[in-house]
C-alpha cells in the first residue's frame, strides 16, 4: 500500500525538472558571476523543491482523474482507479508535499519561492473545477505547457538574479512545451482509437480530431521560432548553428507520435528510444556551448544590407 502512494506521486516523472537546467545556463550567460559555489547548493535544494511541488500536483492530478482515467486502456489500472489508495490519505500527501516543496524553496529566495508556488497554482487551475483547464481544447495544452517557462523562471532565479527572464526566452519556452504536450494529446488520441471513448477519458478529446491536432501542433511549432528567432536576433546569433539538431529532435519525436503505442504518449520513458535521446542530449549541449562560444564574423554576415527607404511626411 506504501508503494501506491509513492506511485501517485509519480518519481518518474521527476525527469522533467530537466527543464530548469537552461534557466541556470541562461542566468550564467547573462550574468556570469553568479556561476559560484552557493549556485550548485542552490541548483540542488531547488531541484528538490521541484519534484516534491510536482510530486504534489501529480497526487491531486491523480485524484481528480481518476473517474476518467477508467476509459483509458492502461490508466484504469492506476492505484486510485483502481481503490488501492484512500481518498482522504492522498489529499493529505498532496498537502504534506506542497509544504515541504514551499519549505525547501524558501531556502533560495523569494523570487524562487514565487515561481514554485506558481507551479502547485498551476497545477490546481489545470486540475480542479470550475476552472480545469484540461478539459478544455487548446487550453489544455497552453495550461500545462507554462510549467515550462515557470521551471525555467526558477533555474534561472536559483542564481540569485531577482529580475525575471526575457520575455523572448519565455515565449519560446512556452511554446516549445505546447508542441511536445499537443503531440503527447495526438498520440493518446491515436492509441485510444475510438473519438466517443476518448471523449469520455478527457472532455477536450471530445472536440480534437487529429486534423485540429495536428494543425495545432504547426502553430506551435510557428510560435516556437518565431520567439526563438527573436531571442537569438537579440542575444546569441550562434544558437542558429543548433538549429538543424534542434529541428531533428523535434522531427524525431512528431515521427514518434504516429506511431503505435507511442513512447510520446509517456515523456518519461522517451530515453528508451536512443536516437531521440542522443539528438536531444546533442541540441542540450550545442546550445550550452553556443551559449559561451563567439564563432568570428556569425553576428556581422547577418547584419542588414540594405536600409529601408525614407518615408516622406505626406503632403499637408
Not at 46 to 52: D, E, Q, T, V, Y
Amino acid at each position: 500500500m506504501i508503494r501506491d502512494y509513492i506511485d501517485i506521486a509519480r518519481p518518474s516523472h521527476w525527469v522533467k525538472n530537466v527543464f530548469i537546467v537552461p534557466g541556470v545556463v541562461l542566468a550564467v550567460y547573462f550574468q556570469p558571476d553568479v556561476l559560484t559555489p552557493a549556485l550548485a547548493w542552490h541548483f540542488m535544494i531547488g531541484l528538490a523543491a521541484a519534484c516534491l511541488i510536482a510530486s504534489s500536483n501529480y497526487v491531486l492530478n491523480e485524484i481528480l482523474d481518476a473517474p476518467f482515467d477508467l476509459f483509458h486502456p492502461e490508466k484504469k489500472l492506476r492505484p486510485v482507479p483502481s481503490g488501492r489508495v484512500r481518498i482522504s490519505a492522498a489529499y493529505a500527501e498532496w498537502l504534506l508535499l506542497a509544504a515541504a516543496g514551499f519549505a525547501v524553496a524558501a531556502a533560495v529566495n523569494l523570487p524562487f519561492l514565487l515561481a514554485t508556488a506558481a507551479l502547485w497554482i498551476m497545477g490546481i487551475v489545470y486540475n480542479v473545477r470550475p476552472l480545469r483547464t484540461k478539459d478544455r481544447p487548446y487550453l489544455d495544452v497552453l495550461s500545462e505547457s507554462v510549467n515550462n517557462p515557470i521551471r525555467l523562471a526558477m533555474g534561472w532565479h536559483l542564481s540569485g538574479i531577482l529580475t525575471p527572464p526575457t520575455a523572448s526566452v519565455l515565449g519560446a519556452y512556452w511554446m516549445f512545451g505546447a508542441f511536445l504536450m499537443a503531440a503527447k494529446r495526438f498520440a493518446e488520441y491515436r492509441h485510444i482509437n475510438d473519438p466517443a471513448r476518448a471523449g469520455q477519458y478527457r472532455k477536450s478529446f471530445a472536440y480534437y480530431t487529429e486534423t485540429r491536432l495536428v494543425v495545432s501542433i504547426i502553430n506551435y511549432i510557428t510560435l516556437f521560432g518565431m520567439f526563438s528567432g527573436v531571442f537569438i536576433s537579440r542575444y546569441r546569433m550562434e544558437l542558429l548553428l543548433a538549429a538543424p539538431l534542434v529541428a531533428l529532435a523535434m522531427g524525431r519525436y512528431m515521427r514518434m507520435a504516429y506511431s503505435d503505442d507511442s513512447l510520446v504518449q509517456n515523456p518519461e520513458r522517451l530515453y528508451r528510444d536512443r536516437r531521440l535521446f542522443l539528438l536531444v542530449l546533442g541540441s542540450f549541449v550545442a546550445c550550452a556551448v553556443l551559449m559561451f562560444v563567439d564563432v568570428p564574423d556569425m553576428r556581422t554576415f547577418f547584419l542588414p544590407r540594405y536600409a529601408p527607404a525614407a518615408i516622406e511626411p505626406a503632403a499637408p
